[in-house]
């Protein structure tokens, strides 16, 4: 077969380089359905890959290239299985059950609600699992994020995240968790840590927690899709309250980005590039949500997430609806995050003072002291009441604990703002 141009084939590598960023999590959530097996999995995925920087730039991108690579994956593992069955005859039964356990067929292209990657959820969050070490290996295996970054998003070490994810595995390996979503009884005491780990996904996507940009769409869209399926097979008010939280936050985000990649607070959003499409769609689930039995926390967030949707402009948003609401949220969940979005709408609607005031209710008890948002709420309201150094001093130390750069160039523009308004 004669070889492509040279254009052509750089063409190919950047194919690949995007199927690689928008299919590997997919193709790898097969890959462990197929070889039951996270660390097999894995090197089959990038085997798979080497394979297609050798042959697509010589051959053509293949019709299907999920299904290419899932097949081409599951072919080197098993000839890897085989080389190793040399030095370990124990291994022997393992490729012939594998061998045997699948056809060549295209089954891993079903999109139906029997996903791969959802299934791969319900078994990362398996019960005998503990919390932390679902999130941590779903984050890892499912979302793609780094050891470093889910380190950052729970706020410890990488090598305590590591050591998660290897035992999770080692667990899920030696006790044979199935790899399956549950029966239907069994979902809803699985249920919790799916969703936690859907909304943990979201905002990693919504708002990155480290990096040169402030989003990570393919992740919150990948969130999005998973929740459909979830909301389709399992229809009760936390799931389609959650859905509809992540599709009311989603429809802001042509707006929460300027033309340079700086962050747009929403105050100053340009309200005519919200999708409204996916508002009314996120109404209409925040209102089912809200009328069926056992909402909770996602149900609300997104109640107060659909208020400041249907406001006119910053100014005109019920901040007393909102208000009522968190009391609601901090009744069913007290936290100290929700407290602290609760002072932002005090503040709103009583002033810069009573905003501070409630902060301080927060730090006092010695609550979200490394917190960037924390600091960067205050800085604020210092500003709004005139204490410029305060509001200085709290803008730098937000500044520190920050690790995104366009929430730094933010908090530097903010600062600046101070020194000219001082002059």
């Given at each position: 077969?004669?070889?492509?141009?040279?254009?052509?084939?750089?063409?190919?590598?950047?194919?690949?380089?995007?199927?690689?960023?928008?299919?590997?999590?997919?193709?790898?959530?097969?890959?462990?359905?197929?070889?039951?097996?996270?660390?097999?999995?894995?090197?089959?995925?990038?085997?798979?890959?080497?394979?297609?920087?050798?042959?697509?730039p010589v051959e053509g991108v293949p019709h299907n290239p999920r299904a290419w690579l899932v097949s081409t994956?599951?072919?080197?593992?098993?000839?890897?299985?085989?080389?190793?069955?040399?030095?370990?005859?124990?291994?022997?039964?393992?490729?012939?059950?594998?061998?045997?356990?699948?056809?060549?067929?295209?089954?891993?292209?079903?999109?139906?609600?029997?996903?791969?990657?959802?299934?791969?959820?319900?078994?990362?969050?398996?019960?005998?699992?503990?919390?932390?070490?679902?999130?941590?290996?779903?984050?890892?295996?499912?979302?793609?994020?780094?050891?470093?970054?889910?380190?950052?998003?729970?706020?410890?070490?990488?090598?305590?995240?590591?050591?998660?994810?290897?035992?999770?595995?080692?667990?899920?390996?030696?006790?044979?968790?199935?790899?399956?979503?549950?029966?239907?009884?069994?979902?809803?005491?699985?249920?919790?840590?799916?969703?936690?780990?859907?909304?943990?996904?979201?905002?990693?996507?919504?708002?990155?927690?480290?990096?040169?940009?402030?989003?990570?769409?393919?992740?919150?869209?990948?969130?999005?899709?998973?929740?459909?399926?979830?909301?389709?097979?399992?229809?009760?008010?936390?799931?389609?309250?959650?859905?509809?939280?992540?599709?009311?936050?989603?429809?802001?985000?042509?707006?929460?980005?300027?033309?340079?990649?700086?962050?747009?607070?929403?105050?100053?959003?340009?309200?005519?590039?919200?999708?409204?499409?996916?508002?009314?769609?996120?109404?209409?689930?925040?209102?089912?949500?809200?009328?069926?039995?056992?909402?909770?926390?996602?149900?609300?967030?997104?109640?107060?997430?659909?208020?400041?949707?249907?406001?006119?402009?910053?100014?005109?948003?019920?901040?007393?609806?909102?208000?009522?609401?968190?009391?609601?949220?901090?009744?069913?969940?007290?936290?100290?995050?929700?407290?602290?979005?609760?002072?932002?709408?005090?503040?709103?609607?009583?002033?810069?003072?009573?905003?501070?005031?409630?902060?301080?209710?927060?730090?006092?008890?010695?609550?979200?002291?490394?917190?960037?948002?924390?600091?960067?709420?205050?800085?604020?309201?210092?500003?709004?009441?005139?204490?410029?150094?305060?509001?200085?001093?709290?803008?730098?130390?937000?500044?520190?604990?920050?690790?995104?750069?366009?929430?730094?160039?933010?908090?530097?523009?903010?600062?600046?703002?101070?020194?000219?308004?001082?002059?």
């Amino acid at each position: 077969m004669p070889e492509q141009p040279l254009d052509s084939r750089q063409h190919i590598v950047a194919d690949i380089n995007e199927i690689y960023r928008q299919e590997s999590r997919r193709v790898l959530a097969t890959l462990i359905r197929l070889l039951r097996d996270f660390d097999l999995a894995e090197e089959a995925l990038h085997d798979a890959f080497i394979a297609a920087l050798a042959q697509w730039p010589v051959e053509g991108v293949p019709h299907n290239p999920r299904a290419w690579l899932v097949s081409t994956g599951r072919f080197k593992a098993i000839d890897n299985l085989r080389r190793r069955v040399l030095f370990n005859k124990s291994l022997a039964g393992i490729v012939e059950e594998l061998e045997s356990s699948v056809s060549d067929s295209e089954d891993w292209l079903n999109e139906t609600i029997e996903d791969d990657q959802l299934k791969l959820i319900f078994t990362c969050c398996h019960p005998s699992l503990s919390l932390d070490a679902q999130l941590a290996l779903t984050l890892r295996e499912v979302c793609g994020l780094t050891t470093e970054e889910i380190a950052r998003a729970f706020l410890t070490k990488t090598s305590t995240i590591a050591q998660r994810i290897v035992r999770a595995k080692n667990k899920i390996r030696d006790a044979a968790i199935p790899y399956e979503i549950p029966a239907r009884h069994e979902l809803p005491e699985r249920i919790t840590s799916v969703l936690h780990t859907l909304y943990l996904l979201f905002n990693e996507g919504y708002s990155a927690s480290s990096g040169e940009s402030l989003t990570r769409h393919s992740i919150s869209q990948e969130a999005i899709r998973l929740g459909r399926l979830l909301a389709e097979l399992l229809p009760q008010a936390e799931v389609i309250g959650l859905l509809g939280l992540m599709l009311v936050q989603d429809s802001r985000s042509m707006a929460r980005i300027d033309q340079h990649g700086d962050l747009v607070t929403l105050e100053q959003q340009d309200r005519s590039l919200w999708n409204r499409i996916q508002i009314a769609e996120a109404s209409q689930l925040i209102q089912r949500a809200l009328g069926l039995g056992g909402f909770g926390v996602y149900s609300v967030q997104a109640a107060i997430a659909a208020v400041h949707a249907e406001a006119p402009s910053y100014g005109e948003t019920d901040w007393s609806e909102i208000i009522g609401l968190y009391d609601l949220l901090m009744r069913l969940n007290p936290s100290p995050v929700i407290e602290l979005n609760r002072a932002v709408a005090v503040a709103m609607r009583e002033g810069a003072h009573a905003g501070l005031q409630a902060v301080k209710a927060i730090t006092e008890r010695g609550e979200l002291l490394d917190y960037h948002l924390l600091h960067a709420v205050m800085a604020d309201f210092y500003r709004r009441s005139g204490q410029v150094e305060a509001a200085r001093a709290a803008y730098q130390q937000a500044l520190a604990l920050t690790q995104q750069e366009p929430e730094r160039r933010f908090l530097q523009g903010k600062m600046a703002e101070l020194t000219h308004t001082e002059k």
